[in-house]
């Protein structure tokens, strides 16, 4: 990774002095999963996907909630899959679902290099369609969003579904560029934020969460306790 260029998101750190601090701490992490990192680069897609800060939140949070079962909604190229599989309990295992098949063939092949097949098994199509078949395994420890806007709240009302209760779930995007709260722009942008505000009203709800919170980190991420 380039050392003047600290694979942090800008939201993350006040100042890039703050930011070239803490990748300098986790200096150990820059080769991780480079090969995917390149491939995303490659593609245009890198600021689509977590930085490594945020992989190491996400491989943190995996790791408090105790996690063995696990499911991820938007695989990309298999970048947060990576994390998320590094903090599960041994024997355990993610289901990373996405629909695009460039990406499915990006993260199987990312993964297959890593040697994580073993961990993460990447499902293809429409991810409602695969929330389904996975509801039958259901009670999972947990769930990270990092997909479709205007699915948010339906993946989270999975989710709130099919979590054990304690289990956790995370999802990307939460500021939605800062628009979450705004009306007015481009008709989409509208409805994005409408799609994320119903997310957050599910969220917040306490009789599907028993506490919720939003970590100000990157584009934002939400987090809810089952």
Same mark, same amino acid.
Not at 26 to 43: F, L, P, Q, R
Not at 68 to 77: N, P, T
Not at 100 to 115: D, Q, R, W
Not at 143 to 157: G, K, S, V
């Given at each position: 990774?380039?050392?003047?260029?600290?694979?942090?998101?800008?939201?993350?750190?006040? #100042?890039?002095?703050?930011?070239?601090?803490?990748?300098?701490?986790?200096?150990?992490?820059?080769?991780?999963?480079?090969?995917?990192?390149?491939?995303?680069?490659?593609?245009?897609? *890198?600021?689509? =996907?977590? #930085?490594?800060? &945020? +992989?190491?939140?996400?491989?943190?949070?995996? *790791?408090?909630?105790?996690? *063995?079962?696990?499911?991820?909604?938007? =695989?990309?190229?298999?970048?947060?899959?990576?994390?998320?599989?590094?903090?599960?309990?041994?024997?355990?295992?993610?289901?990373?679902? &996405?629909?695009?098949? %460039?990406?499915?063939?990006?993260?199987?092949?990312?993964?297959? #290099?890593?040697?994580?097949?073993?961990?993460?098994?990447?499902?293809? +199509?429409?991810?409602?369609?695969?929330?389904? #078949?996975?509801?039958?395994? %259901?009670?999972?420890?947990?769930?990270?969003?990092?997909?479709?806007?205007?699915?948010?709240? %339906?993946?989270?009302?999975?989710?709130?579904?099919?979590?054990?209760?304690?289990?956790?779930?995370?999802?990307?995007?939460?500021?939605?560029?800062?628009?979450?709260?705004?009306?007015?722009? &481009?008709?989409?942008?509208?409805?994005?934020?409408?799609?994320?505000?119903?997310?957050?009203?599910?969220?917040?709800?306490?009789?599907?969460?028993?506490?919720? %919170?939003?970590?100000?980190?990157?584009?934002?991420?939400?987090?809810?306790?089952?």
């Amino acid at each position: 990774m380039n050392k003047e260029q600290p694979d942090i998101s800008p939201g993350l750190c006040r #100042t890039p002095e703050i930011a070239a601090y803490f990748s300098g701490l986790t200096e150990a992490d820059e080769g991780y999963a480079v090969h995917v990192i390149s491939a995303m680069v490659k593609a245009g897609l *890198r600021d689509s =996907s977590v #930085t490594a800060m &945020e +992989g190491r939140l996400l491989e943190s949070l995996v *790791r408090l909630s105790g996690a *063995r079962k696990a499911v991820e909604i938007g =695989s990309l190229y298999g970048y947060s899959a990576h994390w998320i599989s590094r903090g599960l309990a041994d024997g355990g295992r993610l289901y990373s679902l &996405e629909k695009e098949p %460039a990406s499915v063939n990006a993260a199987k092949e990312g993964l297959e #290099t890593s040697g994580l097949t073993r961990k993460v098994t990447v499902m293809e +199509g429409p991810a409602l369609e695969s929330l389904k #078949t996975l509801g039958k395994l %259901a009670p999972f420890d947990f769930c990270f969003i990092d997909a479709d806007m205007e699915n948010y709240p %339906a993946y989270l009302r999975w989710a709130a579904a099919n979590l054990r209760p304690g289990g956790l779930v995370v999802a990307g995007g939460a500021f939605l560029k800062g628009k979450v709260c705004c009306e007015g722009g &481009e008709a989409s942008s509208n409805a994005a934020a409408r799609f994320m505000r119903e997310f957050f009203h599910v969220l917040f709800d306490a009789d599907r969460f028993v506490s919720s %919170a939003v970590i100000p980190a990157g584009a934002g991420l939400a987090v809810g306790i089952k």
